[in-house]
C-alpha cells in the first residue's frame, strides 16, 4: 500500500496541516489558529524573528517541498511563486505537509 505524499496533497479542511523539519524529521501539526513560528517555538525551536508580521524578513526559512502559502509582505511575487522559503511567522501552507530545510 503507497502511503500518500503530503506534501503533495492539499491543506485539510479544518486548515490545520504539518511541518517537517528536514534535519531531524520531526513532525510537528499547526492548527488553524497558530503560526509555524509558534508551534515551533512551543516545540523548543529556536527560531529568529522581530516583527511577527511578515513584513522584516527576519524568520525566512528554506522549504525543502510542500507549497507554502505566503502571507508576507517581504517577499517578491516571484520569490513567492519559486515557494523555496517561507516566512513563518505568519504564513501558512497550501499543502497536508510542508518540509522545512532547518
Same mark, same amino acid.
Given at each position: 500500500m503507497?502511503?500518500? %505524499?503530503?506534501?503533495?496533497?492539499? #491543506?485539510?479542511?479544518?486548515? &490545520?496541516?504539518? /511541518?517537517?523539519?528536514?534535519?531531524?524529521? =520531526? /513532525?510537528? !501539526?499547526?492548527?488553524?489558529? =497558530?503560526? #509555524?513560528?509558534?508551534?515551533l517555538? %512551543?516545540?523548543?525551536? %529556536? /527560531? *529568529? !524573528?522581530? $516583527?511577527?508580521e511578515? /513584513? $522584516?524578513?527576519?524568520?525566512i526559512?528554506?522549504?525543502?517541498?510542500?507549497?507554502?502559502?505566503?502571507?508576507?509582505?517581504? *517577499?517578491?511575487?516571484q520569490?513567492?511563486?519559486?515557494? %523555496?522559503?517561507?516566512?513563518v511567522?505568519? &504564513?501558512? &501552507? =497550501?499543502?497536508?505537509?510542508?518540509? *522545512?530545510? #532547518?
Amino acid at each position: 500500500m503507497n502511503t500518500p %505524499d503530503l506534501t503533495q496533497q492539499p #491543506i485539510a479542511e479544518d486548515g &490545520s496541516f504539518e /511541518v517537517q523539519l528536514q534535519k531531524s524529521g =520531526q /513532525v510537528l !501539526f499547526v492548527p488553524k489558529d =497558530q503560526s #509555524i513560528l509558534k508551534v515551533l517555538q %512551543d516545540a523548543g525551536h %529556536d /527560531v *529568529l !524573528f522581530s $516583527c511577527a508580521e511578515g /513584513v $522584516c524578513g527576519t524568520c525566512i526559512t528554506p522549504v525543502v517541498a510542500g507549497q507554502p502559502d505566503h502571507w508576507d509582505m517581504y *517577499l517578491t511575487p516571484q520569490e513567492q511563486e519559486k515557494g %523555496d522559503c517561507v516566512m513563518v511567522c505568519c &504564513s501558512r &501552507s =497550501q499543502t497536508a505537509r510542508l518540509v *522545512l530545510g #532547518i
